[in-house]
Nanobody, 123 residues
Framework: VQLQASGGGVVQAGGSLNLSCVATGSIFIWNDMSWYRQGPGMQRDFVASINHGGGTRYADSVKGRFIISRDATKKQAYLQMKSLKPEDTAVYYC??????????????????WGQGTQVTVSS
């Protein structure tokens, strides 16, 4: 399984970016697809997830500004990011696959990670 994330870039505060994640290989369409991000010197944090039924979860810091969606038939997930803030600057990672508990991070995560795409928000 491979996850390919794209769409990152440099944007001014208040701007928007749209990220995409394409999954290839033996990944089931009913697996959750999620986005995480990791800022410089920071841990990797949960951003948003979507399940096969379209149910979504968001980190409090992005609620009302980010929207996650998916095209299950194409094994693709998207993250629309609006009203971006400098603190949104991070490498954004796509995550998918069977959920397993990560004891270090104290959360469930999918088995597979994309390579990350850099989002930089200037003030």
């Amino acid at each position: 399984v491979q996850l390919q994330a794209s769409g990152g870039g440099v944007v001014q505060a208040g701007g928007s970016l749209n990220l995409s994640c394409v999954a290839t290989g033996s990944i089931f369409i009913w697996n959750d697809m999620s986005w995480y991000r990791q800022g410089p010197g920071m841990q990797r944090d949960f951003v948003a997830s979507i399940n096969h039924g379209g149910g979504t979860r968001y980190a409090d810091s992005v609620k009302g500004r980010f929207i996650i969606s998916r095209d299950a038939t194409k094994k693709q997930a998207y993250l629309q990011m609006k009203s971006l803030k400098p603190e949104d600057t991070a490498v954004y990672y796509c995550n998918a696959g069977p959920q397993r508990y990560n004891a270090n991070a104290r959360r469930h995560e999918g088995d597979f990670w994309g390579q990350g795409t850099q989002v930089t928000v200037s003030s």
